[in-house]
């Protein structure tokens, strides 16, 4: 996770709403451009921010920070074939299952072994 300025965590777990806001897209166009177009999409807006872009030389971590885990997890979440009100968990990251002493598979707590929150 990475620091934000407001003293919280950036989690990768963001929500498909939220990822789609700091992208500047809609989640309808986000299902159209498909996880290689966000990809680029992304790499565009952190382009940008960079500072030897033009970008603000003080914010340009946070931005750049922000913008990988919107793409992350809106790519993640598409990936994954979700619904828009749907996110994956975020403690088993959609996998269903969590590890225990290395190799034991247990179901995951939180999502009861579905993936999904």
Known sequence: ??????????????????ACRVLGVTQAEARELGPEKLRT???GLMSAAHPDMG?????APETIARVKA?????????EAGLGDEEALCDQCDGKGYV???GWKRLHCPKCGGVGKE
Not at 55 to 59: K, L
Not at 70 to 78: C, E, I, Q, T, Y
């Open 99 to 101: 590890r225990s002493g």
């Open 41 to 43: 999409k992304a790499a």
């Open 70 to 78: 919107a793409r992350n997890a809106l790519v993640r979440h598409l």
């Open 1 to 18: 996770m990475v620091p934000d300025s407001t003293g919280g965590r950036l989690s990768k777990y963001m929500h498909p709403s939220i």
């Open 55 to 59: 970008g603000d030389a003080a914010a």
